[in-house]
């Protein structure tokens, strides 16, 4: 069965720092998204792609993040300078035409962000 | 808006007995309504979901919700619970609109006990 794949699984950084969160949406959809969940808290819509477009975001998503699909496989979030705060795990998801009416969200494994 | 209540952070339930993990939503407009299942060390898994219809919805798992729209609910059901049940449990909404992001609830934790 398709799944969302997440890379890496763990990322160690430095407050300051640059980090790049891969994901492999499922390969027919055309809808991706961006999550993330703070160690207790709930999860939490970051933003959403489609058509190389940003579609939606949340407040979170500020100047200091991005999102990028630089290729036919691969969805980005690019955290420009991290911050203590930005520590979370984040998930991707996607959704497709076919389920563009049934609105499932098909969700990876997370990536666990933490900022030092 | 919306927003989503999980009133339970945690459910400790005996193995074989029923469960119910309750779900409040508050909304200006109409919403999609979906329950997704977290396994420890894992992604997010849908279990089921509500977009119009009849108010019962069964999904994977064995497990049924009920939408109530007169009280906004979404409570998900089910009536014999096993081990391997334990997990986080999601309840969440959307407007529905083509990359509407979900709103969540905080999850409550089902904890089965043998």
């Known amino acids: 069965e398709p799944e969302v794949t997440q890379t890496p699984s763990h990322q160690v950084t430095q407050m300051g720092q640059e980090v790049i969160l891969r994901c492999v949406p499922i390969?027919?959809?055309?809808?991706f998204y961006w999550y993330r969940q703070i160690l207790g808290q709930k999860v939490e819509f970051l933003v959403s792609?489609?058509?190389?477009?940003?579609?939606?975001k949340s407040e979170i998503f500020d100047d200091q993040f991005s999102v990028e699909r630089p290729d036919g496989s691969n969805f980005t979030l690019k955290i420009r300078s991290t911050k203590l705060e930005d520590s979370a795990m984040y998930f991707c998801?996607?959704?497709?035409?076919?389920?563009?009416?049934?609105?499932?969200?098909?969700f990876g494994p997370g990536t666990r962000l933490t900022v030092l | 808006a919306q927003s989503v209540t999980q009133l339970d952070s945690q459910v400790p339930v005996f193995e074989e007995a029923p469960v119910e993990l309750r779900c409040n939503y508050s909304?200006?407009?109409?919403?999609?309504l979906f329950w997704y299942v977290q396994y420890p060390n894992q992604g997010l898994q849908l279990l089921l979901k509500?977009?119009?219809?009849?108010?019962l919805v069964k999904g994977i798992n064995g497990f049924e919700a009920e939408f109530n729209k007169s009280q906004t609910s979404f409570h998900l059901r089910k009536p014999s619970v096993h081990i391997s049940d334990t997990a986080e449990y999601f309840c969440?909404?959307?407007?529905?609109?083509?990359?509407?992001?979900?709103?969540f609830g905080k999850g409550t934790h089902l904890i089965i006990q043998p």
């Open positions: 998801a996607s959704s497709g035409w076919g389920d563009r009416v049934s609105r499932t969200q098909y």
């Open positions: 390969s027919n959809h055309l809808y």
């Open positions: 792609f489609y058509n190389n477009e940003i579609s939606e």
């Open positions: 909304s200006s407009v109409s919403v999609y």
């Open positions: 509500y977009l119009s219809g009849s108010t």
């Open positions: 969440a909404v959307s407007r529905g609109g083509g990359a509407d992001g979900l709103t």
